[in-house]
Nanobody, 115 residues
Framework: VQLVESGGGLVQPGGSLRLSCAASGVTFSRYIMSWYRQAPGKEREVVAAITSAGGMTNYADSVKGRFTISRDNAKNTVYLQMNSLKPEDTAVYYC?????????WGDGTLVTVSS
């Protein structure tokens, strides 16, 4: 299983970014996909999750109304649209899938929100 995140970067407060995570080695359309983040000196936390067909989503309270998770099963890709970004959103963002009882992670993409 391989997960490759992209789309991170430096953005000003109030700005937007769209993260992507391309998956391979797994039947993507069968699995819940999640985005996590880890800020400096903090534990990794779940940000958003989406069911296999995309019919249900769930968000951390801290990002509700600002972030949107979506997926394209034809492209084996999950997205995280991030709007109204705040300095406290600064973190490395990871996508995650649980396959055969094992959690798989990408290497992450860094998002820095700063003026």
């Amino acid at each position: 299983v391989q997960l490759v995140e992209s789309g991170g970067g430096l953005v000003q407060p109030g700005g937007s970014l769209r993260l992507s995570c391309a998956a391979s080695g797994v039947t993507f359309s069968r699995y819940i996909m999640s985005w996590y983040r880890q800020a400096p000196g903090k534990e990794r936390e779940v940000v958003a999750a989406i069911t296999s067909a995309g019919g249900m989503t769930n968000y951390a309270d801290s990002v509700k109304g600002r972030f949107t998770i979506s997926r394209d099963n034809a492209k084996n890709t999950v997205y995280l649209q991030m709007n109204s970004l705040k300095p406290e959103d600064t973190a490395v963002y990871y996508c995650q899938v649980r396959f055969n009882g094992v959690n798989y992670w990408g290497d992450g993409t860094l998002v820095t929100v700063s003026s």
